[in-house]
């Protein structure tokens, strides 16, 4: 039995049709696992206290004890995000009084000092990835395929895993990945460069697939089984090949910023990055930038004074 399923035995029926409530309202299955884990941590939490009423003041005690345990704040906040979620729909399905889901909803997040640049792979490094799968197996060049999407391209895993051949267009002469559905089922159209194609047409031609969903599982014996592969599938797939090339970290993601760091230092312009990623702000794509000190073209190398002889 999974942890999760041993958690949600200690939690009454009526905490758990609570969570199924709040992950009905949610489209995105990310955001679902996420929320549910936050609210069973939550509910057993508020069983250890003695399952006092539900209040504002209840929930800034918990958000406090999580901060005490030195919690990051952008977890903290993730869980305060459920919470407000929960209040909201129970105060819609008349569970709650709207007054008090207000004021919960009104509780603050914790503050975050300065950024997170989160990881991502260096041009050489990722051409080593590129290069690691052993492409004279189906299994090489399902993931030399994937790799080249999520490098390539700067796709989430869930869109990587939803992927299908009928996606891969070709538009004004290039190749593009047209019309993927992404977060809160925003449409966006992504040009990939050549070598992703390639890569896609070389596992396409050994696996003898061309409909359907892109990448497949793969079993032991190399052989192709399903038709499909799950997120939480590629999210192994890469972190396995960080363990093997000494990334020990690098997950999905980071793939994702890759792709924007490399194309940034490559001289793309950042909304035509924001563009490709679907990020809604291109503050979001800024943030996910980050901004690093150029010692070799300095601010001060630019303001054009000297010393007089």
Same mark, same amino acid.
């Given at each position: 039995m999974s942890d999760q399923a041993l958690v949600?035995?200690?939690l009454t029926s009526a905490e758990t049709s609570a969570i199924q409530m709040v992950l009905d309202g949610l489209p995105s299955e990310n955001s679902r696992r /996420?929320?549910?884990r936050? %609210?069973?941590?939550?509910f057993l939490w508020h069983k250890g206290v003695g399952r006092p009423e539900l209040n504002k003041a209840v929930v800034q005690h918990y958000a406090a004890e999580l901060r005490d345990v030195g919690m990051a704040p952008s977890s903290?906040?993730?869980?305060l995000s459920a919470i407000r979620k929960l209040a909201a729909e129970a105060a819609d399905n008349g569970a709650l009084?709207?007054?008090v889901a207000s004021s919960i909803r009104a509780v603050k997040g914790a503050r975050s000092e300065g950024r997170r640049t989160g990881n991502w792979l260096t041009r050489e490094q990722a051409q080593t990835w590129l290069n690691a799968p052993d492409t004279r197996t189906l299994k090489g060049l399902r993931d030399r395929a994937l790799l080249a999407v999520l490098i390539g391209c700067g796709l989430r895993? /869930?869109?990587?895993?939803? %992927?299908?051949?009928?996606?891969?267009q070709q538009r004004e002469g290039r190749w593009v990945l047209l019309d993927l559905i992404g977060k809160r089922d925003k449409i966006r159209s992504v040009p990939m460069p050549n070598w992703t194609k390639a890569s896609i047409d070389a596992w396409s031609r050994a696996a003898v697939v061309s409909e359907g969903l892109v990448f497949r599982a793969v079993n032991?014996?190399?052989?192709?089984?399903g038709d499909g592969i799950t997120s939480q599938a590629i999210y192994n797939i890469i972190v396995g090949y960080g363990e093997e090339l000494k990334s020990k970290g690098v997950a999905p993601h980071d793939l994702r910023r890759t792709f924007a760091k490399l194309a940034h230092k490559g001289g793309a312009a950042i909304d035509q990055i924001q563009l490709s990623l679907g990020h809604e702000s291109i503050q979001t794509t800024e943030d996910y930038l980050g901004v690093e000190q150029d010692l070799t073209d300095a601010p001060c190398d630019h303001l054009g004074l000297r010393l007089s002889s």
């Open positions: 949600r035995r200690r /996420a929320y549910e936050a %609210l069973m941590d939550f903290v906040n993730q869980r009084d709207p007054q895993r /869930a869109e990587a895993a939803s %992927l299908s051949f009928d996606h891969v032991k014996g190399n052989r192709m089984m």
